[in-house]
């Protein structure tokens, strides 16, 4: 329970906690701070399973933890012979540790000594268990860095609730110390170290690890025009579009300034180009608002590289994805590149990814800033007969794949697969045949001319580029 009273002094919050609150937010609280409280209460109340390690060598003690922490939100793993601490520690990477001081060949306090001496451990929240309460005692577990102690026999309920109050305080120290307060991702300290676990975890199960690097477009324009306030806000809705778009196992974070960084793990660098759009054509929809002034959009633009592929750790994929991302802004950004990519207009003409072959000049564009969104290299041609001129003879434009209409000027798309299929292009270019005529006579004429698919309009886009990236990879 939260109490919101209409005033903030001492008085009030007391009454509140006597009457069982857990929190006291005043009446003057800005909406955006409110919601923020009650996320953080909710998130309190979620909280994933705490993981114990008890160390003893009396069997009769581990046996009365084992019955004291029975809570499913508690798991205990228990230890009789702290020669094995190192490993059991490194296996089970406990959220809080019990030590017992007296024992044989090493004791809870030297154990103690060891966690605090290692910087991945010294965070850690430990208690002591201790049959002497003496003021000696008492000093060299404090001295050792030990949070807490509890005398022997202990009692379960005052156990428990030492335990739950020590990892609630740690818990909050680390989501104040990894957390950006301003959008609630990661910071990036914590980003930096989740991707070295990642990275890790890629190299044994040799699956593929990609980052990127985003910015939002033209975001000193917006603080220009609309405030800082309304900055911070595109940021917040930024963060909550991305941590929609993502899944729990991917990485999110803000780098700095207006730049977020991802790590996708078990995902390729084209894949990751096209979870990035699809991002970024989710936050195009957003509609921002500032005060009284007309709904305005912000885009962002992205780098993506991948590890092994791109660069052999972070500060590698950093800077590849990062010169990707300097070449989509050159382009007015609004887009997704990846590392590697070539911008040169030659390049572009001689051998694009994508050719779209359509008279319809607003599907055209369609088409080409959703394609070029992703990466590919796009290139439009309006009529049959300039397709044919373009992608045959010597000279020809080699094409990736061919986007072609059936319903064209001059040639119709038919009749220039089956050209293309004549000179050979069909070896080297796949080809989508688009069609508004879906027959089955049509669908089979197509695949026996040499296409790779076809598809029906009016069709959806996102199919449409799962069904590119999938003719294009194989």
């Known amino acids: 329970m939260l109490v919101i009273g209409g005033t903030n002094i001492l008085g009030d919050r007391v009454q509140a906690a006597r009457a069982g609150a857990r929190g006291f937010l005043p009446h003057s609280l800005a909406p955006d701070r409110l919601a923020a409280a009650l996320t953080a209460a909710l998130d309190r109340r979620q909280r994933g399973v705490a993981r114990l390690l008890a160390v003893d060598d009396d069997p009769a003690i581990l046996a009365a933890l084992h019955a004291i922490f029975t809570d499913d939100a508690l798991r205990l793993t228990t230890l009789a ?44 929240p430990v208690l002591v268990l201790t049959a002497a309460a003496d003021p000696h005692t008492v000093q060299e577990v404090f001295s050792a860095g030990a949070d807490d102690y509890v005398t022997k026999p202990m009692g379960g309920a005052e156990l428990r609730t030492r335990v739950r109050n020590r990892l609630d305080r740690v818990r909050l120290y680390q989501a104040l110390a990894e957390t950006d307060p301003l959008t609630g991702l990661t910071n990036r300290r914590k980003f930096e170290h989740e991707m070295e676990r990642l990275e890790a975890t890629a190299r044994q199960t040799h699956l593929p690890l990609t ?61 990751g180009v096209a979870r990035v759009a699809d991002a970024l054509a989710a936050f195009r929809q957003e509609r921002l608002r500032a005060g009284d002034s007309p709904p305005f959009r912000v885009t962002f633009t992205a780098g993506v590289a991948e590890y ?10 950093y800077r590849a994805a990062d010169h990707a991302l300097y070449q989509a802004k050159a382009l007015t950004g609004d887009r997704v590149l990846p590392a590697g990519w070539q911008p040169t207009v030659a390049d572009r003409q001689r051998m694009p990814d994508v050719v779209v072959i359509d008279d319809d000049p607003i599907l055209a564009d369609l088409l080409t800033h ?43 798309g038919f009749d220039v697969l089956r050209q293309l299929r004549r000179d050979g292009v069909l070896a080297t270019s796949k080809v989508i045949v688009l069609t508004v005529r879906s027959t089955e006579p049509e669908v089979l004429e197509a695949l026996e001319q040499g296409a790779a698919d076809h598809i029906a309009k009016p069709f959806s886009v996102p199919v449409l580029l799962q069904r590119v990236r999938r003719a294009i990879a194989s």
Request: glycine share 10%.
């Open 370 to 412: 959703a394609l070029e969104t992703r990466g590919y290299r796009v290139v439009c041609l309006g009529d049959g007969r300039e397709a044919l001129r373009r992608l045959t003879g010597p000279d020809r434009m080699r094409a990736r794949l061919i986007l072609l209409d059936v319903d064209l000027p001059e040639v119709n």
């Open 308 to 317: 092994g592929v791109d660069g052999r750790g972070l500060h590698e994929v």
């Open 211 to 271: 980052f990127a690097l985003l910015d939002l477009d033209r975001f000193k324009g917006v603080n220009d025009r609309y405030g800082h306030a309304v900055g911070d806000r595109v940021l917040q809705r930024l963060a909550a579009v991305l941590s929609a778009s993502f899944r729990a196992d991917d990485v999110i974070a803000r780098w700095g300034g207006e730049e977020i960084a991802l790590g996708m793990y078990g995902m390729t660098r084209d894949d």
């Open 81 to 124: 012979e702290p020669l094995r601490f190192w490993d059991v520690l490194e296996r089970t990477r406990p959220d809080l540790v019990l030590l017992d001081v007296d024992m044989p060949d090493v004791t809870g306090i030297e154990l103690c000594r060891l966690v605090r001496g290692d910087d991945r451990w010294a965070g850690l």
